[in-house]
């Protein structure tokens, strides 16, 4: 027999109130209506499907079998729904975000799962670039948001907001070389075996940059490619790690260790792209909201008084940006 999907609706309906009445009004309906439609469903499939009383009504074994299989038809009528309607709806160029390997543990994949949650019609691209990329490609109207680290991005001309937290620290396996100290410096640290990220990320190249040439001789274990990696390895004893704070789940049999030196104390900025009048403020700010509330639930995820924030630039997005800055000398 074929089934009328409203009718099976107010099956439902009616199952889940135990009650006719109750079931007629969710569907807007007058009682002898659904009464009807009840009786002819109960008339195509051959058996009773209700066992009617004085307080209600409530499914028999058959009845219970076809609110089941109701349940399902529905639910997969509605994904049918919006996976055609998907095509009917005009095609919108996605959004841009960029961002540094330490935002991309677990900050921006926290932010994005919850945006597009919230936006089924809004698509984003997530691209990983170094800051003074990131600062250049904004300023260009390349991309809408960009995730930085303040230090390389203050004075380039942009909207920038303080988003959270950066610092790097140094971590070992619990008990180990790091237990009972505070804080050390690199100097220490670099008199012990190291893991690290490998050469073309963004915190290998942050820390080469800041040692300059008279760093201290490592001697690097192994290089891995993503922070969780780097965190199972200095876990497991393999050789200390600096990784940024954000990456240590505070509940981890970790000894953590402040990074001693000045270049350890940064912030993450959000910075937003000069865009066109064309595009899309609404998604863009939303986008923004998710990403301020993902820092907010990070441990540790407030700029620390110590880490030389200062006051950030307040340019709109569509201000010219400054011929001074990074994002015009290409730096």
Not at 39 to 51: C, F, I, K, T, Y
Not at 235 to 261: F, I, K, N, S
Not at 282 to 291: C, F, K, R, S, T
């Amino acid at each position: 027999m074929r089934y009328d999907l409203d009718d099976l609706r107010l099956f439902l309906h009616v199952v889940t109130e135990g009650s006719i009445t109750a079931g007629a009004r969710r569907m807007h309906l007058s009682l002898p209506s659904a009464s009807a439609r009840v009786r002819s469903l109960e008339h195509h499939a051959g058996v009773d499907l209700l066992v009617r009383g004085r307080r209600g009504v409530r499914p028999t074994p058959a009845g219970a079998t076809l609110a089941r299989h109701a349940r399902e038809v529905l639910a997969q009528t509605a994904r049918l729904e919006s996976a055609v309607a998907s095509y009917s709806r005009a095609p919108t160029a996605p959004l841009t975000l960029l961002c540094g390997g330490s935002a991309m543990h677990r900050l921006v994949p926290r932010a994005l799962a919850s945006f597009l949650l919230a936006h089924p019609d809004v698509d984003v691209t997530l691209r990983e670039c170094r800051t003074p990329r990131t600062v250049r490609l904004l300023a260009d109207g390349e991309a809408d948001l960009g995730v930085v680290v303040d230090d390389e991005a203050r004075d380039c001309g942009l909207r920038l907001e303080p988003l959270g937290d950066d610092s790097l620290v140094v971590i070992g396996q619990a008990d180990g070389v790091l237990a009972g100290r505070t804080s050390v410096t690199y100097s220490e640290v670099a008199e012990h075996p190291l893991v690290g990220l490998d050469a073309n990320s963004s915190l290998h190249r942050w820390i080469e940059k800041h040692l300059g040439p008279h760093a201290p001789a490592v001697r690097h274990r192994t290089s891995v490619v993503g922070l969780g990696a780097l965190v199972e390895l200095a876990a497991a004893g393999v050789g200390l790690a600096v990784v940024p704070r954000r990456a240590v789940d505070p509940d981890r049999g970790l000894d953590v260790c402040e990074l001693r030196e000045p270049w350890a104390r940064r912030a993450h900025l959000l910075a937003w792209g000069v865009k066109g009048t064309d595009h899309r403020p609404e998604a863009v700010e939303a986008l923004a909201d998710h990403l301020r509330r993902a820092a907010g639930a990070e441990p540790d995820s407030r700029v620390r008084p110590d880490s030389r924030v200062r006051p950030y630039s307040r340019v709109r997005p569509d201000s010219p940006v400054p011929s001074n800055s990074p994002a015009q000398q290409g730096t």
